[in-house]
Nanobody
Framework: QVQLVESGGGLVQAGGSLRLSCAAS????????MGWFRQAPGNEREFVAAIVWSGGTSRYADSVNGRFTISRDNANAMVYLQMNSLKPEDTAVYYC???????????????????WGQGTQVTVSS
């Protein structure tokens, strides 16, 4: 089992920044990739970013590439999402997830993740 707890969400004005954190515990070594997903009301859950524990290879959704940065702290089993230049359309509940992939190319697939956090709300006002 892997437990995930997100933090760092909140209300921010457009153009502002937030940093989300995800604390992983349990059998974290059993999964090789950590991802951030988001879900806005009425929308499906969508991929944001992912990072492989070993080596740190990352991948981003086109909508956030260049604005968001995912990073990890292996020693403390933490994953972060630095979000800059936030837009109102970034408003959503953000979820941290742990999964297993054979290549970072597949890290955007929801079905590759089997452990999820409870989510943290990010609201960007215009």
């Amino acid at each position: 089992q892997v437990q995930l707890v997100e933090s760092g969400g909140g209300l921010v004005q457009a153009g502002g920044s937030l940093r989300l954190s995800c604390a992983a515990s349990g059998r974290t070594f059993s999964r090789n990739v950590m991802g951030w997903f988001r879900q806005a009301p009425g929308n499906e859950r969508e991929f944001v970013a992912a990072i492989v524990w070993s080596g740190g290879t990352s991948r981003y959704a086109d909508s956030v590439n260049g604005r968001f940065t995912i990073s990890r702290d292996n020693a403390n089993a933490m994953v972060y999402l630095q979000m800059n230049s936030l837009k109102p359309e970034d408003t959503a509940v953000y979820y941290c997830a742990a999964g297993q992939v054979s290549s970072v190319s597949y890290s955007d697939r929801l079905g590759k993740y089997d452990y999820w956090g409870q989510g943290t709300q990010v609201t960007v006002s215009s």
